[in-house]
């Protein structure tokens, strides 16, 4: 099994950045996806999930209305479209799976990626 992410970078606060997560290794389309971040010192922090069909999108309120997560099946790829970025998105953004839902909770989820550091400049 294997999640891995990539995109991740230096923005700037306002602008924008997409994060890309590969799956490879299980029924991917058995799988609900999560985006999670973390500061360091913190507790990992959900920012969106997408069901296994993708018809189903959830978001922390932090986020929403500046971020899209999408998946592809085929692909077996998930990504997070992150928009009018803030200093406060900073973190390392880690892409999960669990299978047949999605929830917020990081303990929930089978399998997880290596992370990608977002850094967002003022």
């Known amino acids: 099994v294997q999640l891995q992410a990539s995109g991740g970078g230096l923005g700037q606060a306002g602008g924008s950045l997409r994060l890309s997560c590969a799956a490879s290794?299980?029924?991917?389309?058995?799988?609900?996806m999560g985006w999670f971040r973390q500061d360091p010192g913190q507790a990992r922090e959900f920012v969106a999930g997408v069901t296994w069909s993708g018809g189903s999108t959830y978001y922390a309120d932090s986020v929403k209305g500046r971020f899209t997560i999408s998946r592809d099946n085929a692909k077996m790829t998930v990504k997070l479209q992150m928009n009018s970025l803030k200093p406060e998105d900073t973190a390392v953004y880690y892409c999960?799976?669990?299978?047949?839902?999605?929830?917020?909770?990081?303990?929930?989820?089978?399998?997880w990626g290596q992370g990608t550091l977002v850094t967002v400049s003022s």
């Open positions: 999960a799976a669990q299978k047949g839902m999605v929830t917020k909770y990081a303990s929930d989820y089978d399998y």
């Open positions: 290794g299980f029924d991917f389309s058995d799988y609900g």
